[in-house]
């Protein structure tokens, strides 16, 4: 199941990373908005699971 969500991608694109992976913090404050973060946090799955290289 490691490459299920990569059916997308040309046969030879699921191989190993070539770029180093890049790290994103969230600073959650009194009172924020749980539907913002929800987007956000999707926003970055979607991005990794349509890219055939670590974000």
Do not use: W, Y
């Amino acid at each position: 199941m490691k490459d299920k969500n990569q059916i997308h991608l040309e046969g030879g694109q699921c191989g190993e990373p070539t770029t180093a992976a890049h790290r994103a913090a969230f600073a959650l404050l009194d009172h924020f908005s749980m539907m913002a973060l929800t987007g956000a946090v999707d926003a970055l799955v979607t991005a990794k699971l349509m890219s055939a290289t670590p974000l």
